[in-house]
C-alpha cells in the first residue's frame, strides 16, 4: 500500500474543498475517512500552526516560537504539537518520551495547558484508547506507552533541576516571572532522544526572553492575529477585543501580536494624560467615588479616593482626587462619603482585599444609606490597569483640572509596582473607570469547539 504523507493528504482535502463545499465532501465520505479527518489536526491547522518539520521534513530545528495575538489559537497548536510528537514516537518506536510543561504558573499550567479548552486533556480525547490520563497529585499526564508529560511553574526554576526530556512545550512565555532563568534550567534538561526540542507559544511582550528567542537563529518563528482565528471564536470576540483594543499600542500587541518596544513600562505616558485635560465638562450620566483603603497606618500610607463619571459619549472625566494621606480609618470613610455627596454620585466602589467587610462597615457607620459595591482584586494590578490604559489612549479619559500626585503615580505605575509601592490613587482611578465603562461590559469569551 502506498503511504501518503499528512501533508499530501492534506494539500489533496484542500484541493477537493476547492471544486466542492465542504457538506458535499463530507456526504461522500465513509465513517474511516471522516474519524480520520477529526484526529488530524493538519488538515484544520492552520499554516503557522504546524511545526516547521511538517513544512519541511527535513528541517531540524530547536526551538519554535509561535507568537500572536489573543485567541490566535496558539495554546491548541502547542497542544496538538505534544500530541502530535507523542503519537508519532508511538507510531516510529522511539518512545516512550519524557515532557515539560511549562507555564507562568501551576494554576495555568492545569487550568489551560491540561484541562483548558484547547489543552491536552481535550484535544487527546479523540485518540480513544492512546489518550494520557492526568494524574494531579503528582502534577503529571500518563499516555498508556508509558510517555509522561510533567507540569512546571515558571515561578519554581529549581523544580527543573535533576528531570531530563526529549521535549519541552512552554505556555506564554513573556509572562514567566522568571523567564530566562527558568529558560536556561529547561534546556539544560532537554538531553533525551537525537532531537530533543522545545515549543513556546505566547502573545508577545518585550521581556528579555522573548527578544532573545527572537534573535537567536535558532529559533523558528510563526505568527498570527486574532482575526485568523475569526472562524473559531465565538461570535463578538474579534467586535468586542478591537472596539477594546483598536488603535492603541496595546492592540497591536495583543491583537495583531506584535512586539512593540516599551509597552510594558508605560501604560500611562504623561503626553496622554496632558492631552486628556479638558477645560470644561459636559453633564454626567453616572458617578462614582472609588476607594482603595490602606494597607496601613504609616506616614506614607495613602487611602486611594478618586471622583469619576461618565457622560452620555461614554467618556470618563476624572473630577476629584480626595485621597486621604495617613488617615485614621473613620477619617478616610468621612472622605468618601463627602465626596460621594459633594458630588453628587451614585454609589461608591470600594475595594475590599485590604480590610474585608471591615471596609463597607465603616462606610456605612458614617452614612448608612451610602450605596457601596465592594470589589475585590483578583486579577493583579497591571492586568487591571491595562484596558483602562487602552480607554486613555482612544481618548476616552478626560481630566477636569490638574491632579499632580494621582498623574505621577499613573505615569509612574509600572516603576511604583517594581519597587513594591502601591500605587493607591492610580488603583483608586482603575477600580472607577472600570466600573464606569468595563464592568458593565461582558467579557467575551472564546467559543468551545
Ligand atoms: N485551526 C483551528 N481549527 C479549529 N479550532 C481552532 C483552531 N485553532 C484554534 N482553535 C480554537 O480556537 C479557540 C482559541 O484557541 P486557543 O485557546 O489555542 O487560543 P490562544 O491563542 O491560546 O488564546 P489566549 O490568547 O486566550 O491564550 C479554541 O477553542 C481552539 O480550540
Ligand atoms: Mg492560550
Not at 504539537?81 to 511549562?102: E, H, K, N
Not at 492631552?275 to 483603603?293: G, K, Q, S
Request: glycine residues 6%; hydrophobic residues 45%; neutral net charge.
Amino acid at each position: 500500500m502506498k503511504t501518503v504523507s499528512d501533508a499530501a493528504l492534506r494539500d489533496a482535502l484542500k484541493a477537493c474543498l476547492v471544486k466542492m463545499p465542504p457538506h458535499v465532501l463530507l456526504t461522500k465520505l465513509g465513517a474511516d475517512e471522516l474519524a480520520f479527518i477529526a484526529r488530524t489536526w493538519p488538515l484544520i491547522a492552520r499554516d503557522e500552526q504546524l511545526p516547521p518539520d511538517f513544512h519541511d521534513p527535513r528541517a531540524r530545528w530547536h526551538t519554535w516560537l509561535f507568537m500572536a495575538g489573543r485567541g490566535a489559537g496558539k495554546t491548541r497548536a502547542g497542544a496538538e504539537w505534544v500530541r502530535m510528537t507523542v503519537l508519532q514516537a508511538l507510531g516510529s518506536g522511539s518512545g516512550p518520551l519524557r515532557i515539560a510543561l511549562v507555564a507562568p504558573t501551576h494554576h495555568d499550567a492545569r487550568a489551560v495547558m491540561v484541562e483548558g479548552e484547547s489543552g491536552l486533556l481535550r484535544t487527546c480525547a479523540r485518540d480513544g484508547p492512546h489518550r494520557p490520563q492526568y494524574e494531579p497529585s503528582r502534577r503529571q499526564l500518563i499516555w498508556p506507552d508509558g510517555t509522561i508529560a510533567q507540569l512546571f511553574s515558571a515561578e519554581e526554576p529549581d523544580s527543573l533541576r535533576g528531570p531530563q526530556f526529549h521535549i519541552a512545550w512552554c505556555d506564554e512565555i513573556a509572562r514567566w516571572r522568571q523567564g530566562q532563568k527558568v529558560w536556561d534550567m529547561l534546556l539544560m534538561a532537554l538531553r533525551l532522544g537525537d532531537h530533543p526540542r522545545v515549543m513556546a507559544t505566547t502573545t508577545p511582550a518585550p521581556v528579555p526572553l522573548v527578544k532573545r528567542l527572537l534573535e537567536s537563529p535558532q529559533t523558528w518563528l510563526s505568527r498570527a492575529r486574532t482575526r485568523d482565528n475569526a472562524a473559531n471564536l465565538a461570535p463578538g470576540f474579534i467586535a468586542a477585543m478591537e472596539a477594546r483594543y483598536a488603535g492603541t499600542r496595546l492592540g497591536r500587541q495583543e491583537l495583531e501580536g506584535e512586539l512593540l518596544e516599551e509597552l510594558q513600562h508605560v501604560l500611562f505616558p504623561r503626553h496622554l494624560l496632558e492631552a486628556a485635560r479638558e477645560p470644561a465638562t459636559p453633564p454626567l450620566a453616572r458617578i462614582v467615588v472609588a476607594v482603595d483603603p490602606p494597607a496601613g497606618r504609616g506616614e506614607n500610607s495613602v487611602c486611594g479616593i478618586i471622583v469619576a463619571g461618565i457622560d452620555a459619549a461614554g467618556i470618563v472625566h476624572v473630577l476629584e482626587d480626595a485621597s486621604q494621606r495617613a488617615a485614621a480609618p473613620l477619617r478616610w470613610a468621612r472622605a468618601a462619603v463627602a465626596a460621594y455627596h459633594r458630588h453628587a454620585a451614585d454609589r461608591i466602589v470600594a475595594e475590599v482585599n485590604q480590610g474585608g467587610d471591615m471596609v463597607e462597615a465603616l462606610l456605612h457607620q458614617v452614612d448608612a444609606d451610602v450605596p457601596c459595591r465592594a470589589v475585590h482584586a483578583t486579577r493583579g494590578k497591571t492586568v487591571r490597569a491595562e484596558p483602562v490604559a487602552a480607554l486613555l489612549e482612544q481618548g476616552r479619559i478626560r481630566l477636569a483640572g490638574t491632579f499632580p500626585e494621582l498623574e505621577d503615580e499613573l505615569a509612574m505605575f509600572e516603576e511604583r509596582i517594581a519597587a513594591g509601592r502601591s500605587p493607591d490613587r492610580a488603583d483608586a482611578f482603575i477600580w472607577a473607570v472600570t466600573d464606569l465603562v468595563l464592568r458593565t461590559r461582558a467579557e467575551p469569551r472564546i467559543r468551545c469547539l
